[in-house]
């Protein structure tokens, strides 16, 4: 079984700053790894996902993450963020043997002027 | 396609009462997931299927609850009775594989029991 650890639940942040989003995940086999965003009142969006290839993926409104196997990590960045990002962000694990998204507790990234 | 429709959007019912909750998939896709969201437990599979049968119900917190998908374009998730612990935002998503990896949610039914 996998599962998954948002090590911040809350992120607040100032209007241009840099952000990182940790998340680590559990799993006895290859999965895959997902960022979703939940804007208030919204359903879940796909920010990005890692399913092969480069560790370094990119995905919507210029956030990335990278994906390393060895820490078991898939920590979610943005250089610069802006007001309209804050949001709550979840990352989610899928094993390669095709079941349901499990997803971590979330993080509210909260963005001030 | 409008996406992953989910009706009603917010629900208030009294503790005690049979509650329905509604989920149109996307057409084509032949998965689909119930999830639950509280403040307390975040984001919880509670069932899902795969081309109408249910695949994995260990999520389904107890018999209270229950899940169909008659058919490929509709979905149920029934609480008989409710209870004000079962209050929470309940998610639908589809997928056009066996895999959850490309899911895609519907916005959600907001449940308060009272």
């Known amino acids: 079984a996998q599962s998954v650890t948002q090590l911040d639940s809350q992120v607040p942040v100032f209007e241009e700053a840099p952000v990182e989003l940790r998340c680590n995940y559990s799993?006895?086999?290859?999965?895959?790894l997902f960022w979703y965003v939940q804007y208030p009142n919204q359903g879940l969006q796909l920010l990005l996902k890692?399913?092969?290839?480069?560790?370094l993926v990119k995905g919507i409104n210029g956030f990335e993450a990278e994906f390393n196997k060895s820490q078991t990590s898939f920590h979610l960045r943005k250089p610069s963020v802006h007001i309209s990002d804050t949001a709550e962000y979840f990352c989610?694990?899928?094993?390669?043997?095709?079941?349901?998204?499990?997803f971590g507790k979330g993080t509210t990234l909260s963005v001030s002027s | 396609d409008a996406g992953v429709i989910q009706s009603p959007r917010h629900e208030v019912t009294e503790m005690g009462q049979e509650v329905t909750l509604r989920c149109k998939p996307i057409?084509?896709?032949?998965?689909l997931f119930w999830y639950r969201q509280t403040m307390m437990r975040g984001l919880e599979l509670l069932i899902y299927?795969?081309?109408?049968?249910?695949?994995?119900d260990s999520g389904m917190p107890e018999d209270r609850f229950s899940a169909k998908m008659p058919n490929a374009s509709f979905s149920t998730l029934k609480i008989q009775p409710s209870e004000p612990r079962d209050s929470a935002v309940y998610f639908c998503?589809?997928?056009?594989?066996?895999?959850?990896?490309?899911?895609?949610f519907g916005q959600g039914t907001r449940l308060t029991v009272v």
């Open positions: 799993s006895s086999v290859s999965v895959y």
């Open positions: 989610a694990v899928s094993d390669q043997a095709g079941t349901a998204l499990i």
């Open positions: 057409s084509g896709h032949n998965s």
């Open positions: 998503a589809s997928s056009p594989e066996w895999q959850g990896a490309l899911a895609f």
């Open positions: 299927f795969n081309n109408n049968v249910p695949i994995d």
């Open positions: 890692y399913l092969s290839g480069s560790t």
